[in-house]
């Protein structure tokens, strides 16, 4: 799937170190506030100020800032130390003690736990040296110290630091199972599409080889019956042998590539584009604003549907206009499930008779082809593969129209429709990348609308 930004635990961290610094930010605001009148003197409310805006400037452009902070722990020490400066004047029980317990939290997130140790050191150390030049202040109260300030208080940066460490490895804990859990999709998705190239192989190379193969045979008989005839089979086995090595060379491009997907409505569009450059046949194309997340099978077979059923028109419609739309729809309203993709294909074509069979109790009707033609069976089945469905409504002279439905990978808004031209040109990188999955989506053999194959299709 696509597209999707993944959060990292370097982001993960990034996000948990800024909001500590904007907490800080904000208790020292909080102390700036409460701090006593007989304690506040021009220099210490400076100093608070110039705290507070530090730590807002941190906790805004962290990423910025975080390098320096990384190549200069002595920048950590100063702020220790100022952060001692404004607690022996503010007290050890206000709001910016607490602002100091989250500087430890702080380097738990950035530093190894060496550094962490050093700087809750410094911190214990500050704070001690704090309290002392604190309580040698006239004003201060003496009813509070006891065991709270002289143990538990300074205990508190250590603990502090030790749970940044923790949400850290837990972090990149995390971070290691996604990944390992985003190789297991990959492994997958490889043996998903070596399946669907081997399938992909054997309904193409494979009978293109065997038509030739029966060819040749007849060959011998043919050179003493009739020369005429011998003369036109090997022509036929020159061609399939040509057929032949421009689908290896079609399905050894699929195994060299390895880019990245390209939205699925440009998908079509870069599809639709070129079979109309190359047939002359009218395209439009009403296409979505927003991309449509579907998993990997159902991608490629959804485009593949596609591939199929405009090989259908150019070989047997004699269509002179196509409308293909695309775009997200509700949930089905006889079954379960979310949003569902929504492929429409109709042509102004001959059209053909459609035969359909109803099977079991809930009279569901299906498609199906005349005995040995499995053109429309194979778009069904790939329906099938994609965890969706297909129905096909056409009638001579009246054209064909196709509807694939297909369960998107999470539900989608419906978006504003517009109407594109098939006939744009793209960006390079749209172009190169679209071409591809072109070439992943076709089967060249594949014909008929009436579900017609041509000669030497099984």
Same mark, same amino acid.
Do not use: Y
């Given at each position: 799937m696509s597209g999707a930004h993944v959060t990292t635990a370097a982001d993960r961290l990034a996000g948990v170190a800024r909001l500590l610094m904007q907490l800080r930010f904000l208790l020292t605001a909080v102390a700036l506030l409460l701090l006593p009148a007989d304690r506040s003197s021009l220099s210490a409310v400076l100093v608070l100020v110039l705290y507070a805006m530090l730590s807002g400037i941190l906790g805004r452009y962290w990423r910025r800032l975080t390098p320096y902070l990384l190549r200069a722990p002595w920048l950590v020490g100063a702020d220790i130390f100022i952060a001692a400066g404004i607690l022996a004047v503010d007290g050890p029980s206000g709001a910016f003690f607490v602002a100091?317990?989250?500087?430890?939290?702080?380097? !738990?997130?950035?530093?190894?736990?060496? @550094?962490?140790?050093?700087?809750a050191g410094l911190q214990m150390l500050g704070y001690t040296i704090a309290l002392v030049s604190h309580l040698t202040l006239p004003a201060a109260p003496v009813e509070g110290i006891g065991l709270q300030l002289f143990v538990i208080h300074p205990l508190l940066y250590p603990v502090a630091g030790f749970m940044g460490i923790r949400l850290r490895l837990i972090f990149m804990e995390l971070a290691a199972e996604q990944e390992l859990r985003r190789a297991a999709e990959r492994a997958a998705a490889a043996a998903e599409e070596r399946a669907r190239l081997a399938r992909d192989m054997h309904d193409s190379v494979a009978k293109t080889l065997r038509g030739a193969a029966m060819a040749a045979q007849a060959l011998p008989l043919w050179l003493r019956k009739d020369p005429e005839r011998a003369?036109?089979?090997?022509?036929?086995?020159?061609? #399939?042998?040509?057929?032949?090595?421009?689908?290896?060379?079609?399905?050894? =491009? +699929?195994?060299?590539?390895?880019?990245?997907?390209?939205?699925l409505a440009e998908a079509v569009g870069t599809v639709l584009r070129e079979w109309s450059e190359e047939t002359g046949i009218r395209v439009t194309y009403d296409r979505p604003d927003c991309?449509?997340?579907?998993?990997?099978?159902?991608?490629?077979?959804?485009? #593949?549907?596609?591939?199929? #059923? *405009?090989?259908?028109?150019?070989?047997?419609?004699a269509a002179h206009a196509v409308a293909v739309s695309l775009g997200p729809a509700g949930p089905a309203p006889d !079954? %379960?499930?979310?949003?569902?993709? *929504?492929? /429409?294909? #109709? $042509?102004?074509g001959t059209g053909f008779v459609l035969r359909t069979r109803t099977e079991g109790a809930d009279g569901v009707s299906e498609v199906i082809s005349p005995p040995g033609h499995y053109g429309l069976i194979g778009m069904a089945e790939r329906a099938r593969c994609a965890g969706g469905t297909l129905t096909v409504d056409s009638a001579p002279g009246a054209g064909t129209r196709i509807t694939l439905?297909? %369960?998107? =990978?999470?539900?989608? &808004?419906? &978006?504003?429709?517009?109407?594109? +031209? &098939?006939?744009?040109? %793209?960006? &390079?990188?749209?172009?190169?990348?679209?071409? @591809?999955?072109? /070439?992943?989506? @076709?089967? %060249? $053999?594949?014909?008929? !609308? $009436?579900? /017609?194959?041509?000669?030497? +299709?099984?």
């Open positions: 100091t317990v989250l500087t430890s939290a702080i380097a !738990g997130v950035l530093f190894a736990w060496r @550094r962490v140790a050093a700087v003369a036109a089979t090997a022509a036929q086995v020159a061609k #399939a042998a040509e057929i032949a090595a421009r689908e290896a060379r079609e399905l050894i =491009a +699929d195994l060299r590539d390895d880019s990245a997907a390209i939205p991309d449509l997340p579907l998993l990997v099978a159902a991608r490629l077979e959804t485009v #593949a549907i596609l591939r199929e #059923a *405009l090989t259908n028109i150019r070989r047997h419609a !079954g %379960p499930g979310g949003e569902r993709l *929504l492929l /429409r294909i #109709a $042509d102004d439905q297909v %369960p998107l =990978a999470q539900a989608s &808004p419906s &978006p504003e429709r517009t109407h594109s +031209d &098939p006939h744009a040109r %793209p960006r &390079p990188a749209d172009r190169a990348r679209g071409g @591809r999955q072109h /070439r992943r989506a @076709r089967r %060249p $053999d594949l014909a008929a !609308g $009436d579900g /017609r194959r041509h000669r030497g +299709d099984r």
